[in-house]
């Protein structure tokens, strides 16, 4: 039996299967409730699949929480990746807040490119939910090097097929806290995959930091974008990133990576062993 929805037609399986699934690590715990709820009124199926060390005080709709070790927060990512079972994925954050239905209408309009190695950088906002000081991050600058236009778009917040994302492996397991998102987007254009920005200044999301960071414009300042708490790994995690794509001190356009240049070394998929309770490779900082 098929039916049809939004023009297309499903199958019984398929139409069981939420439409996205939205994954994390997952440990400011007073954070969780807001998230999901910001969901509230989206016009597709979905579900929010977390990971980490610090489970929900109480039962929340729409939630499915994986309880780990003080495993490093990229591996949390790839436990939540596993157990995703929506028809596309969406990686972001315990502090994010999805306002005007952001999710069904990337979703639908993901679905009317027809194409499923499409992944959408989603346009992000940081600062709380109608936060008058809230700054607009333009994708469209977001490259593999900050803002260089000559190296790849890369996308921080993403919707991509979880088809896709598994046929590129999950995510390396060499990462730490990030970048672990940079390069599955590489391995995506090598794929054949693209990146298009989606939203505008009525479609973003917003992050809320709590405070705790310093917002970074397209000064692209590293001094300053090293103090953000975050950023604790982001030194070893940039190596590994620009170690596996980085050929003489520079970054593969898009042309070169689209004409078929692969990754400088291997990529190393998470073992099944152990994986909620031993972080792989390398330790991890919940901070």
């Known amino acids: ?6 023009g297309h037609e499903y199958s019984q399986e398929e139409k ?28 597709v199926d979905y579900e929010v699949v977390f990971a980490g060390n610090k489970p929900p005080l109480k039962p929340i709709e729409h939630l499915r929480y994986i309880e780990t070790a003080n495993i490093k927060p990229a591996q949390c990512y790839e436990v939540s990746r596993r157990e995703a079972k929506g028809e596309t994925i969406i ?3 315990d502090d994010c807040e999805f306002p005007n239905d952001i999710v069904g209408k990337a979703y639908k309009y993901w679905k009317e490119q027809d194409n499923y190695k499409l992944i959408l ?36 917040l993403a919707l991509i ?43 973003f999301i917003n992050i809320d930091h709590l405070k705790k960071s310093i917002a ?8 300053e974008f090293l103090k953000r708490p975050f950023a604790s790994g982001y030194p070893h995690d940039r190596k590994i990133l620009e170690a596996s794509w980085v050929w003489n001190g520079k970054a593969m356009t898009s042309s070169a990576v689209i004409k078929g240049h692969h990754r400088k070394d291997k990529f190393e998929p998470y073992e099944d062993k152990d994986i909620l309770t031993i972080s792989q490779s390398y330790k991890g900082v919940w901070e």
Not at 216 to 223: I, L
């Open 1 to 6: 039996m098929t039916f049809m929805q939004d």
């Open 16 to 43: 069981e299967v939420p439409k996205v699934s939205l994954i994390a690590s997952a440990v400011r715990e007073p954070l969780y409730e807001s998230c999901l709820k910001s969901l509230e009124g989206t016009s």
């Open 91 to 93: 990686w972001m954050a």
């Open 121 to 156: 950088s989603l346009q992000t906002s940081e600062g709380g939910y109608n936060t008058p000081n809230s700054v607009l991050f333009d994708m469209t600058n977001h490259t593999f090097f900050g803002y260089r236009k000559d190296t790849p778009l890369m996308a921080p």
């Open 161 to 203: 097929s979880r088809k896709f994302l598994e046929e590129l492996g999950g995510f390396d397991r060499r990462y730490l806290c990030g970048q672990y998102e940079n390069d599955v987007i590489m391995n995506a254009y090598c794929a054949g995959g693209t990146v298009e920005v989606f939203g505008n200044a009525g479609l």
């Open 216 to 223: 970074v414009g397209e000064s692209n300042n590293q001094d």
